[in-house]
């Protein structure tokens, strides 16, 4: 998915994260979770609709109504893609 978003609306940080070596302060910001999650005003969202609501009432642009595809079947070709992108990875 793509978030059309001005970059001078706000400013984020996309930090990568081994999994098995979780630094302290992502163990302290999201404890027993994985992710994705999203903070925000020192509040964190670990539920995938709860981020999606969260981006569209926070930082939608008055030209994108909403942040979901136009087509649902848009969602399932990127889970389909991730899946085997994961599954090449791993081998």
Excluded: C
């Excluded at 970059?7 to 302290?24: G, M």
Aim: proline fraction near 10%; hydrophobic fraction near 40%; glycine fraction near 2%.
């Amino acid at each position: 998915m793509t978030l059309w978003v001005p970059s001078w609306l706000f400013v984020f940080s996309v930090t990568t994260v081994d999994l098995k070596w979780k630094p302290a302060d992502l163990q302290n910001l999201a404890p027993r979770t994985h992710p994705p999650f999203v903070s925000f005003n020192s509040e964190v969202k670990t539920d995938v609709s709860k981020i999606e609501e969260f981006l569209e009432e926070v930082l939608r642009p008055p030209k994108y109504l909403k942040l979901s595809p136009k087509h649902p079947e848009s969602n399932t070709a990127g889970m389909d893609i991730f899946a085997k992108f994961s599954a090449f990875i791993k081998n």
